[in-house]
């Protein structure tokens, strides 16, 4: 039996983390052995001999004392440097990345991918390529780790999460959850699937009856009346969600926020937490409760389907001409249609809309 004090390594991640894994063990080693060797040799060669023996008196030395105060910090200070560097690293998501949505549950990962392709407690990935998971949880804290990739994250309940990585050797490999979650906590495991890039795509279409993702977005989109207010080419009594997502937003309390996963997320749960400057609070009932992660990772998934590149900030002077109930007109007057501002920003011939939090 092949013993093995690391797992095998599978992640171009993996190649960062082993070396300095087993740097700041040697060192770790090297410095223990030198502080105990150094106590136990002094204390043998400057014991007392006899009762009436006097110690010398000696005088410090100021080379020594810089010399064993710098060597430490600059052996510190690479663990930092390193460490640091590998930590951004792994934070740092490709924009190439493909993208994977995970919910945890009591007890199992269920997977879902962009193209309609579901699974559970199964991840498949093409060799190669930089992959990006989004993670959140129906119920409690669970921790997802795939040793060989060195990569793990929380999963959090109320929260996304995201973990990137890119496999580099093809396999199967085992998947954790690595924090306790409850009874069963133990049989919450599976397997991540590294294929070659062809064998991934044959893979891909074998599937996804139902749709992709955002086709399956749309249809919940279009099921909870979203669509009667976030009108599509014309302004309603929510804003319009083409080119939404990636671009900041522009909210009613002078903040700018991101127009992200977690962003989009926290405006269908609770539409009030954050208001686009220039729309009213209370037009956009709570769907908490309403909704499960995996739908709510479907509508996201629709809703970024509708928008490019992020074209710049969007806020209330890019609007076009305000009609509905749910926007102010420019003296605060609500459903005013001849009231509002001549938008100033646009792509192509698409107009450039704010994005209500107070909505989805």
């Avoid at 200070?77 to 549950?105: C, E, H, Q, R």
């Avoid at 009613?252 to 220039?278: C, H, M, Q």
């Avoid at 249609?337 to 938008?343: E, M, P």
Wanted: charged share 20%; net charge neutral; hydrophobic share 40%.
């Amino acid at each position: 039996m092949h013993f093995r004090i690391l797992p095998e390594m599978a992640s171009t991640f993996a190649e960062e983390h082993d070396p300095l894994f087993w740097y700041i063990t040697a060192v770790t080693v090297i410095m223990t052995i030198v502080i105990f060797v150094g106590v136990a040799g002094f204390a043998l060669k400057y014991r007392r001999r006899h009762p009436a023996e006097r110690p010398a008196l000696i005088h410090g030395s100021m080379k020594l004392e810089i010399f064993w105060s710098a060597v430490p910090l600059f052996v510190f200070l690479s663990m930092f440097a390193w460490g640091a560097k590998v930590y951004f690293d792994y934070f740092t998501v490709d924009p190439n990345a493909i993208d994977i949505y995970v919910v945890a549950k009591q007890w199992m990962w269920k997977i879902q991918y962009p193209e309609g392709q579901a699974e559970i407690n199964e991840l498949h990935v093409p060799v190669g390529r930089p992959v990006r998971l989004t993670m959140a949880s129906e119920d409690v804290i669970h921790s997802f780790y795939v040793p060989a990739f060195r990569v793990k994250r929380d999963v959090v309940p109320g929260h996304y999460n995201t973990m990137s990585f890119t496999p580099t050797k093809k396999g199967r490999y085992h998947l954790f959850c690595a924090e306790y979650c409850g009874t069963q906590h133990s049989g919450m495991i599976g397997w991540v699937t590294v294929m070659e890039p062809a064998e991934y795509e044959n893979w891909l279409q074998g599937g996804g009856g139902m749709g992709s993702m955002s086709s399956q977005g749309e249809k919940m989109f279009q099921q909870l009346g979203c669509s009667t207010c976030h009108l599509m080419d014309e302004q309603g009594r929510c804003p319009i969600l083409r080119n939404v997502y990636g671009n900041a937003v522009r909210l009613d309390d002078g903040r700018t926020v991101i127009a992200d996963e977690s962003y989009l997320r926290e405006s269908i749960l609770n539409p009030n937490a954050k208001i686009v400057d220039g729309f009213r609070r209370d037009v956009m009932p709570t769907f908490e409760g309403q909704v499960s992660e995996e739908s709510l990772m479907q509508l996201i998934a629709y809703i970024k389907s509708l928008s490019k590149k992020p074209t710049g900030t969007i806020g209330a002077g890019q609007t076009g001409r305000v009609v509905g109930q749910g926007r102010f007109g420019d003296r605060g007057t609500p459903g005013n249609a001849n009231a509002g501002t001549t938008g100033t920003g646009s792509v192509g011939s698409t107009p450039v809309t704010e994005r209500g939090s107070a909505q989805k």
